[in-house]
């Protein structure tokens, strides 16, 4: 099993929809999760924190649940700019590595 | 402020060469990762770096890659000799400690014939 699973998509959605990514970790014991964007070609960026209360940052929201090792990212209203893959990240271990999913790929259309 | 700078961009290479990507942090990072990313997957660390000192290096294929990072602040991922599976985005990355956020550089693309 994989540590951090993601549904590679592609999801293919019109302008202004709501779009949901979903991601599941194996180690129990992880401490910090992120999301990051990465655009085709380019590097890696975060994009958010992901805390147990629930974040958002405004068309984004983050969600964690530690029970059920799932983590979540909405998008509201999406953007054509919004088109890119978003990565789930679990950091954990001993030396606080960061884990990365294969990525969601979200191809937003006019 | 500048970001993290790595060269060369792009690396076209035949399989049992050899090859070596550069990196150079953000100014006063102390971490430094290198990872491996394939087409259609994440990241994956190969070594981490604190200051001169390696803290994982657990996924590196130590039969052919090779890291270092000299005075804690540049460093150099070699890979010697190449193999088609090699073929990849090497990404390069600072933080200011293993808790600050990561900022990842442009990446070298190597493409092993």
């Known amino acids: 099993r994989k540590e951090v699973e993601q549904d590679p998509g592609p999801f293919n959605v019109p302008e202004g929809a709501t779009v949901a990514f979903n991601c599941t970790y194996s180690?129990?014991?992880?401490?910090?999760f992120f999301w990051y964007r990465q655009d085709c070609r380019k590097e890696p960026k975060l994009l958010m924190s992901?805390?147990?209360s629930g974040n958002e940052d405004g068309r984004f929201t983050a969600q964690l649940n530690r029970a059920s090792q799932y983590i979540s990212l909405l998008i509201r209203d999406s953007k054509l700019s919004d088109s890119a893959t978003y990565l789930c990240?679990?950091?954990?271990?001993?030396?606080?590595?960061?884990?990365f999913g294969t990525g969601t790929l979200l191809a937003v259309q006019p | 402020e500048a970001g993290v700078a790595q060269s060369p961009r792009y690396k076209i290479i035949e399989k049992r060469q050899s090859v070596a990507f550069w990196c150079n942090p953000i100014?006063?990072?102390?971490?430094l990762y290198w990872y491996q990313q394939i087409l259609g997957q994440g990241p994956k660390l190969l070594i981490q770096?604190?200051?001169?000192?390696?803290?994982?290096d657990s996924q590196l294929p130590k039969d052919r890659f090779s890291a270092e990072r000299l005075k804690g602040v540049d460093s150099t991922l070699k890979i010697q000799p190449a193999k088609l599976e090699d073929s990849a985005v090497y990404l390069c990355?600072?933080?200011?400690?293993?808790?600050?956020?990561?900022?990842f550089g442009p990446g070298t693309r190597l493409t092993v014939l």
């Open positions: 990355a600072s933080s200011g400690t293993f808790y600050n956020e990561q900022f």
């Open positions: 992901v805390y147990s």
């Open positions: 990240v679990v950091r954990g271990g001993a030396t606080n590595k960061l884990i």
């Open positions: 180690n129990s014991a992880s401490q910090s």
């Open positions: 770096f604190q200051n001169n000192g390696v803290v994982d």
């Open positions: 100014s006063g990072h102390a971490t």
